[in-house]
């Protein structure tokens, strides 16, 4: 890696400052891979001509801003992220793919359950009715970035054991893929089970995402509850002025 870094001596923001604003800059223009390592901090401070400690709180400041992973015994690497416009109604491994990495999945249970009242009424369900009900964890690459629970009427998948990658590639062979889906999404704080299953710290803050599916006669099809891990994943959306 050939990076360029010139301090700027009227500039208000500390030295380290400068460093981190640079090497984001580089990050999101490509010129490291997901899952490249960042230099160590001895490298930059002798590549840049800086002291350790400007170079460490550089790091510091990338691994709070999402940016740099940092695995112990290892050393610092590019995190992946993914941005999910919300105007699209795309699964997790399209997302993925269209943006470079390896979606997977590491599944939890996959079996059947009497759907729950809430489950009901989302899913337009009488009481006693069954519901497939899929757990696992989404990774990019080798990241967890995301646990999801989908629920789905026994009547649109007769056998959860089925389903490999991709939920909706799969509903898309039996035609009950969703053709619109309602979104509901706000922050919550991560207890034990969950952060031990996003690998992140108890209490961080995560995204939970609520999503019904419907396929185009106005059917519900599909119940997600999605856990993603906020310092990885970005919703985007476009918004325009009328008038």
């Not at 984001?24 to 960042?38: N, P």
């Not at 991560?190 to 006669?217: S, W």
Request: glycine share 6%; hydrophobic share 40%.
């Amino acid at each position: 890696m050939a990076l360029q870094f010139k301090p700027d001596p009227d500039a208000s923001s500390p030295l380290y400052i400068q460093l981190a604003q640079k090497l984001a800059q580089a990050i999101r223009d490509g010129e490291f891979q997901t899952d490249e390592a960042l230099p160590s901090e001895r490298v930059l401070s002798e590549m840049l001509d800086l002291s350790r400690v400007t170079a460490r709180k550089a790091i510091d400041r990338l691994v709070e801003q999402g940016l740099i992973v940092r695995k112990r015994g290892s050393g610092n690497y590019i995190a992946p992220r993914l941005e999910q416009p919300l105007s699209r109604l795309t699964s997790f491994s399209e997302e993925l793919r269209q943006r470079g990495f390896k979606p997977s999945s590491k599944w939890l249970t996959r079996g059947f359950a009497l759907a729950a009242p809430d489950e009901q009424l989302a899913l337009g369900l009488a009481t006693g009715e069954r519901v497939a009900r899929l757990e696992r964890l989404r990774l990019a690459d080798t990241v967890v970035m995301a646990y999801e629970v989908s629920i789905l009427p026994e009547a649109v998948l007769p056998d959860p054991t089925i389903v490999e990658a991709s939920l909706y590639q799969h509903l898309s062979g039996t035609g009950n893929a969703p053709a619109r889906a309602l979104q509901h999404i706000r922050a919550i704080n991560a207890e034990p089970k969950l952060a031990a299953l996003l690998e992140v710290p108890v209490g961080q803050a995560v995204l939970y995402i609520t999503r019904v599916g419907y396929r185009d006669g106005g059917q519900a099809v599909e119940l997600t509850h999605s856990y993603c891990r906020s310092d990885y994943y970005d919703f985007v959306a476009e918004m325009r002025r009328e008038g």
